[in-house]
C-alpha cells in the first residue's frame, strides 16, 4: 500500500475516533445527568484480526481512549481482546462495531 493510502487511512481513522469520542462522551454525559440509568455494563470478546504488536496497542488505545469502553487484556494468543463496555444492549452489536469500525480502520494504517 502507498503512503499517500495509508496517509488517507490515517486521517480517515482520526476522523472516525474523534466521531466516536464526540458520540460517546454525550452518550456517557447523559447518563450522568439524568436521574434513571440506562448503562447496562459488560464484558464482550472480540476476536483480532490484527495480529502486530503496533496494530493490537493502537486498537486497545483507542478503545480505551473512547468514553464507555475500556480495553481489559489481550489473550495469551493474541487472538481475542476483552473489552468492558458501558453500554451493552447487544454484544454482536458491539463486537461487530469495534471490529467493522475501529479494527477495519486500523488494519488498513498499519498492516
Known amino acids: 500500500m502507498s503512503k499517500i493510502v495509508r496517509t488517507v487511512k490515517g486521517f480517515e481513522l482520526a476522523f472516525y475516533f474523534l466521531y466516536e469520542l464526540v458520540i460517546s462522551s454525550f452518550r456517557v454525559a447523559w447518563e450522568v445527568v439524568t436521574p434513571q440509568s440506562y448503562s447496562r455494563p459488560g464484558i464482550i470478546a ?19 481512549l473512547t468514553p464507555g469502553s475500556l480495553s481489559l487484556e489481550v489473550s495469551a494468543d493474541r487472538r481475542t481482546l476483552y473489552v468492558h463496555v458501558m453500554f451493552i444492549d447487544d454484544a454482536d452489536v458491539e463486537r461487530a462495531n469495534i471490529k467493522n469500525n475501529f479494527e477495519r480502520r486500523v488494519l488498513e494504517v498499519v498492516e
Open 46 to 64: 472480540v476476536p483480532l484480526d490484527v495480529r502486530s504488536d503496533l496494530g493490537i496497542t493502537l486498537l486497545a488505545n483507542l478503545i480505551s
